[in-house]
């Protein structure tokens, strides 16, 4: 008996199909046209769907339709492009083996999460396979005496916190949607309490990475959970913001930090978009120890409140929240209290029960759903840039005006805290005008982002949208270095194609 037949013994499957899975072992043996059929681009052979299926089980591979659909869009407004199949790894070791398998057939592979994303990420350009991780959904490790937990990629950042509720530690990275945690590692998510928590950059000490040929990567070191570190090239920092062009993260060590001991929220209105924002300024130099500082416009405050019940001013508007003891939140508020009122801010309202808080937060957190009821009908395109502090209050103001200029209906949002905002704009998708007004505006935000001497995306990434602002942020040879550590990585061009480069 040959290997194949050895292999078919093994996995139970058909001699020719354990061939198929032997040329794995030694990728680039056959193109991926061999393996695929000769209609519809992208489309994947029965034979090859027939090698997914033994390595995960024919229940966790589909390559029906609503499935492939589902799969091939995220929550932006790029068109669905959907991937040849989907398949439902239960483990690490099933991951680098459909990776080997795809590899060795040229069959491109596009990871994914909750699809919560906001810039295409996960559409499949050029088919391929959908590696949807949520079935690997274990939290691996907890550590608390070294503040840090080891995640699989199905673990949400909502079920981590519940995990964690009697321990005394929390993860603060909070992007808003229930976003799986590798997922957010692999768009370099951040949110409302980066300000003083920081973002996915900051909290992720080692990754477990399945690179495009099938190969293990420990990006610090197999089970290795230091604080800091002066060995060599940064691998981990290398893989948060990859957006799944350079392998597949397969669980990742990230860092706990301790719950406050109490936590009080608020909200503040203003007679301008300056106002506002200047506040932003003087508390962050006053150096209150702000857990989170949003900012949301009068057309943002107005559907909130019809969207969550709300009954705030329909004004310029602030919500800050701070964490720490009892008494040090005293000081703080009334050290807050004082700039506000300085700028204007009015209507002050303090949330420091617990209920109160969620539900004020809750309607920060929605407010891209409660922007979609102000014209039913329509899709909403979000993008953020992000500048430094000092040039917020101009950047801001003049979005304002070219957001009324523009003619289109959008608001204001944005992290103030860390110079970081969104436009949310409603478009009909079947008024091609106006699409092209939407990107035009997108990239004119993009471009005076730059100017600033800020960058093109503060959390949402590159994805599809934003490669050529990409190229005018970094430059020729920035670009140029991107491109080597990919074609180092991933020199079939196989991983996630078509986004970031």
């Given amino acids: 008996m040959g290997w194949c037949g050895h292999l078919a013994t093994h996995l139970s499957v058909h001699p020719a199909m354990a061939c198929l899975l032997r040329a794995a072992a030694t990728w680039g043996l056959f193109p991926w046209r061999g393996y695929c059929s000769r209609g519809t681009q992208g489309e994947l052979s029965k034979g090859f769907v027939e090698a997914l299926k033994a390595v995960v089980g024919s229940p966790h591979v589909s390559t029906a339709a609503a499935d492939r659909e589902q799969h091939g869009h995220d929550e932006s407004m790029h068109r669905c492009q959907p991937p040849g199949a989907v398949v439902w790894p239960q483990n690490v070791e099933q991951v680098s083996r459909l990776a080997a398998l795809c590899y060795s057939q040229g069959v491109p592979i596009i990871p994914f999460g909750t699809g919560t994303g906001l810039e295409g990420g996960v559409c499949a350009v050029q088919g391929g396979v959908c590696i949807n991780l949520t079935h690997m959904d274990r939290i691996l ?15 949400t950042r909502k079920t981590l916190n519940t995990y964690l509720r009697d321990s005394g530690l929390w993860f603060p990275v909070d992007p808003g949607a229930d976003a799986s945690l590798c997922g957010m590692v692999a768009t370099a998510a951040s949110g409302t309490n980066s300000v003083r928590y920081g973002t996915m950059r900051d909290n992720v000490l080692n990754l477990e990475v399945v690179l495009p040929g099938g190969r293990l990567l420990h990006t610090a070191g197999a089970g290795r959970h230091f604080r800091k570190s002066a ?3 940064n691998l981990t920092g290398l893989f948060v913001g990859s957006e799944g ?10 860092r706990l930090h301790p719950a406050p001991e109490a936590a009080v929220a608020a909200t503040c209105a203003f007679p301008s978009v300056q106002a506002a924002v200047d506040t932003t300024v003087h508390i962050l130099q006053a150096a209150l120890p702000l857990a989170r500082i949003e900012f949301l416009d009068e057309v943002m405050m107005d559907a909130c409140n019809r969207h969550s019940r709300l009954t705030c001013s329909v004004a310029p508007t602030l919500f800050l929240e701070f964490h720490g003891s009892e008494r040090a939140l005293a000081e703080q508020i009334e050290r807050a209290e004082e700039i506000s009122q300085h700028n204007g801010g009015s209507h002050f309202f303090w949330a420091k029960g617990a209920e109160e808080r969620s539900r004020l937060w809750a309607a920060r957190h929605n407010a891209g759903y409660a922007a979609l009821a102000l014209r039913p009908g329509c899709k909403g395109y979000s993008t953020d840039v992000c500048v430094p502090i000092s040039r917020l209050p101009e950047i801001l103001v003049q979005t304002k005006e070219d957001l009324k200029a523009s003619g289109l209906t959008g608001a204001i949002v944005g992290h103030v805290g860390d110079g970081n905002f969104h436009c949310i704009l409603l478009v009909d998708p079947e008024d091609a005008e106006e699409l092209r007004r939407v990107k035009a505006f997108g990239e004119h935000l993009g471009r005076r982002a730059l100017a600033l001497h800020g960058t093109c995306t503060g959390e949402h990434g590159i994805g599809l949208g934003k490669r050529q602002l990409l190229q005018e942020e970094v430059g020729a040879v920035g670009m140029e270095t991107m491109r080597q550590l990919k074609a180092t990585l991933d020199p079939r061009g196989l991983m996630n194609p078509g986004k970031v480069l």
């Fill in 231 to 233: 060995a060599g090239y």
């Fill in 245 to 254: 062009t350079l392998g597949l993260i397969t669980a990742a060590t990230l």
């Fill in 141 to 155: 490790k907890l550590d608390p005496e070294d503040f840090c937990v080891v995640v699989e990629p199905g673990v």
